[in-house]
């Protein structure tokens, strides 16, 4: 087998401490993204659930999926909250603008009367004739107001009509933000996806080449140093 020098001794020591350093700093990031997961899982903030220890029990499985970017956009644009509530901001904002055009209208407005009239010269008889009918009237009639200017209405309008179109730019700003961000995270998937196929390939082979060294070592045709460095590059193609 090979032997250490007092070099190689050196180098194989360093090693480790970053070895340990990097295991620290690993279990660390470990339980950030355990904590993260609590919390999507349990929203009420139990006390019981943050004790606990979640262990996987199998490993992560990365399955090939093609993502249609029309279909997923259109899904976005459909169910996104903040695009629900733009909507709902502009179809009040046409209701808005409906009352103002009645605003600008001419008025007709038709009007009718019709009732008894107690008629003598005694309050109490007075009374008492208004129970026989004996004296019924009626009246009609019909207004029409046409404002002359209707400069408050006109001005009413006009500023509905502006937080519309204001409200109908800001819709299209928010729109334009969800396609982006599903237009990222479809980018992001597709990559992902193949930077783990790729990660894979570079494992087996520096696993590969790992054996190989070990070989090399056991047969003294090659050092510890060596070894670790094979091993490094394995830990680091994971």
Do not use: C
């Amino acid at each position: 087998a090979g032997k250490l020098t007092d070099r190689d001794l050196l180098a194989a020591q360093a090693t480790a401490a970053s070895r340990r350093e990097r295991v620290l700093v690993a279990r660390n990031k470990v339980s950030d993204m355990e904590e993260e997961l609590k919390r999507v899982m349990d929203p009420t903030n139990e006390e019981f659930l943050w004790k606990q220890e979640i262990v996987p029990v199998d490993r992560p499985l990365a399955r090939a999926t093609e993502i249609q970017m029309r279909e997923a956009i259109g899904l976005a644009l459909h169910n996104r909250a903040e695009l629900k509530v733009a909507r709902l901001d502009l179809e009040n904002l046409g209701i808005a603008i409906d009352k103002t055009d009645n605003d600008l209208l001419p008025e007709l407005n038709l009007k009718g009367n019709y009732g008894w009239t107690g008629l003598d010269t005694n309050w109490k008889n007075s009374v008492d004739e208004l129970a026989t009918h004996h004296h019924q009237g009626w009246t009609a009639g019909i207004d029409f107001v046409l404002p002359l200017g209707n400069a408050r209405a006109r001005a009413g309008h006009e500023q509905a009509s502006l937080r519309k179109r204001q409200a109908l730019i800001r819709y299209k700003d928010v729109e334009k933000s969800v396609v982006l961000d599903v237009r990222k995270a479809v980018r992001y998937l597709r990559t992902a996806l193949q930077r783990i196929t790729a990660s894979g390939q570079a494992r087996q082979l520096a696993e590969e080449a790992l054996a190989a060294q070990e070989d090399k070592y056991e047969a003294g045709r090659s050092t510890a140093l060596e070894v670790l460095e094979s091993q490094s590059l394995v830990r680091d193609a994971a």
